[in-house]
C-alpha cells in the first residue's frame, strides 16, 4: 500500500470533535482511521451509481433539510420531475427549523443518479444519503 500524506486539510471544529467522539467510542487507532472509512464508505454508496446505469435498482433517498417556503417549494419541483421513479414519499417535521424527507425509489440506476444530483445540489439540503438494493438481487 502507498501512503500519500495529506498536507493540509480545513474542517469545522464540530465535525473534527465528532469523528474524535466516533474515533474513542468506537475504538479506532486514530482520527484519519475514522475518515479512511468514511471515504470508503463515499466511494462504496458511489460505485453502484457509475457502474449499473442500466440495471434496475429500489432506493431509499434520506434528505434532512431547512424547512423553509423556499426550500419545500424547490423540493417540490425536483420530485415532480422524478414522478415515475419516486414511488413513495415520507415528511417529517422534526423541529421548527428542519425537516426530513425520505423517497422510495425504484428505476434505472442513472435516473436515481439523476435525481439524486438534482436534489444535492439544492439550497438548504443539510445532509441526503442514498442507500440502494439491486431490484433483482433476490433473483438466482
Known amino acids: ?3 500519500i500524506p495529506v498536507i493540509s486539510m480545513s474542517l469545522p471544529m464540530k465535525l473534527i470533535d465528532q469523528v474524535d467522539s466516533i474515533t474513542e467510542r468506537e475504538g479506532y ?4 482511521e475514522v475518515i479512511r472509512k468514511a471515504i470508503r464508505v463515499l466511494i462504496s454508496e458511489d460505485a453502484w451509481l457509475t457502474n449499473q446505469h442500466d440495471s434496475m435498482f429500489i432506493a431509499t433517498i434520506t434528505i434532512l433539510y431547512e424547512e423553509d417556503a423556499s426550500s419545500s417549494e424547490r423540493l417540490s419541483t425536483v420530485f415532480h420531475k422524478y414522478t415515475e421513479l419516486v414511488k413513495a414519499r415520507t415528511h417529517s417535521h422534526l423541529h421548527s427549523e428542519h425537516c426530513l424527507e425520505v423517497l422510495v425509489c ?3 440506476a442513472s435516473e436515481i443518479k439523476k435525481l439524486k444530483d438534482d436534489l444535492t ?3 438548504g439540503i443539510h445532509e441526503l444519503r442514498v ?3 439491486k431490484a433483482d438481487a433476490g433473483e438466482s
Open 1 to 3: 500500500m502507498i501512503t
Open 29 to 32: 487507532a486514530s482520527r484519519s
Open 106 to 108: 425504484h428505476g434505472k
Open 121 to 123: 445540489v439544492l439550497r
Open 131 to 133: 442507500v440502494t438494493i
